[in-house]
């Protein structure tokens, strides 16, 4: 399964790119980690469901505000069939992240109704402040932080929940298997896009930093996670080096 590790770079602002990203990988994350290692209790993943569904219900409204500020409509098609992926018809992303709550013993209503930690919203503006940067290119550079890590978080929580929790039943993992998938196309086209449409150092860095951020934000959103759910001692590190 391709990952961000993974990806074929062909200059050295994509190399930087990626390595921006991995400064703030969510698998080195210690609650990723205590997932793999089939450390949580399901109550705590219980409660990583509700909060998390504020990224799954947001994030097409990431994938939204680089589309309506990229004037060029190539790119802009891109990101369309990467929105009708997330909210199209009965099987939305959003669905079945409901399934995966219910997998979990948790009632969809209450998943929606969930009251969110300030960790968890400051996290969800970032990213959309991120994505709507008036330079496009900043907005896909924060996307691709999100998208080129998720088919391999999607595969490792996958196979945590049926190697640790007891949960492989297809419509509870549903939400994973899919993102195993599309993700991967998903991060390789961001990838060459930005690597075509950032000629000057000036946009590199700014996608760069914009990178950077969102990786930030995530792992900001999980910190909080650690720090309301888990009674393990703090967090020892914030920040992770590629």
């Given at each position: 399964?391709?990952?961000?590790?993974?990806?074929?770079?062909?200059?050295?602002?994509?190399?930087?790119?990626?390595?921006?990203?991995?400064?703030?990988?969510?698998?080195?994350?210690?609650?990723?980690?205590?997932?793999?290692?089939?450390?949580?209790?399901?109550?705590?993943?219980?409660?990583?469901?509700?909060?998390?569904?504020?990224?799954?219900?947001?994030?097409?409204?990431?994938?939204?505000?680089?589309?309506?500020?990229?004037?060029?409509?190539?790119?802009?098609?891109?990101?369309?069939?990467?929105?009708?992926?997330?909210?199209?018809?009965?099987?939305?992303?959003?669905?079945?992240?409901?399934?995966?709550?219910?997998?979990?013993?948790?009632?969809?209503?209450?998943?929606?109704?969930?009251?969110?930690?300030?960790?968890?919203?400051?996290?969800?503006?970032?990213?959309?402040?991120?994505?709507?940067?008036?330079?496009?290119?900043?907005?896909?550079?924060?996307?691709?932080?999100?998208?080129?890590?998720?088919?391999?978080?999607?595969?490792?929580?996958?196979?945590?929940?049926?190697?640790?929790?007891?949960?492989?039943?297809?419509?509870?993992?549903?939400?994973?298997?899919?993102?195993?998938?599309?993700?991967?196309?998903?991060?390789?086209?961001?990838?060459q896009t930005l690597g075509r449409q950032c000629q000057t150092r000036t946009q590199?860095?700014?996608?760069?930093?914009?990178?950077?951020?969102?990786?930030?934000?995530?792992?900001?959103?999980?910190?909080?996670?650690?720090?309301?759910?888990?009674?393990?001692?703090?967090?020892?590190?914030?920040?992770?080096?590629?």
């Amino acid at each position: 399964m391709t990952n961000a590790n993974d990806l074929l770079v062909s200059s050295q602002f994509e190399s930087d790119l990626l390595a921006a990203v991995m400064e703030y990988s969510m698998l080195k994350h210690p609650f990723y980690v205590a997932w793999t290692e089939g450390k949580l209790s399901k109550p705590v993943l219980a409660e990583y469901a509700k909060q998390y569904y504020a990224h799954v219900s947001a994030f097409p409204t990431y994938v939204s505000g680089v589309h309506s500020r990229c004037a060029d409509l190539s790119i802009r098609q891109e990101l369309l069939e990467n929105l009708i992926e997330e909210e199209r018809g009965d099987e939305n992303h959003p669905e079945l992240w409901l399934r995966f709550a219910e997998g979990l013993g948790v009632a969809r209503e209450d998943v929606r109704a969930a009251e969110l930690l300030s960790s968890t919203g400051d996290s969800v503006r970032r990213l959309q402040s991120l994505t709507q940067d008036e330079d496009y290119r900043a907005g896909l550079a924060a996307l691709f932080a999100y998208e080129s890590q998720i088919p391999e978080v999607a595969r490792t929580k996958r196979e945590g929940l049926k190697n640790f929790y007891g949960i492989a039943d297809e419509r509870a993992v549903s939400f994973f298997r899919v993102h195993e998938s599309i993700d991967v196309l998903h991060q390789q086209v961001e990838l060459q896009t930005l690597g075509r449409q950032c000629q000057t150092r000036t946009q590199q860095s700014r996608a760069i930093a914009a990178a950077r951020a969102a990786a930030k934000a995530l792992w900001g959103f999980l910190d909080g996670i650690t720090a309301s759910y888990l009674s393990a001692a703090p967090v020892a590190k914030s920040r992770v080096q590629a």
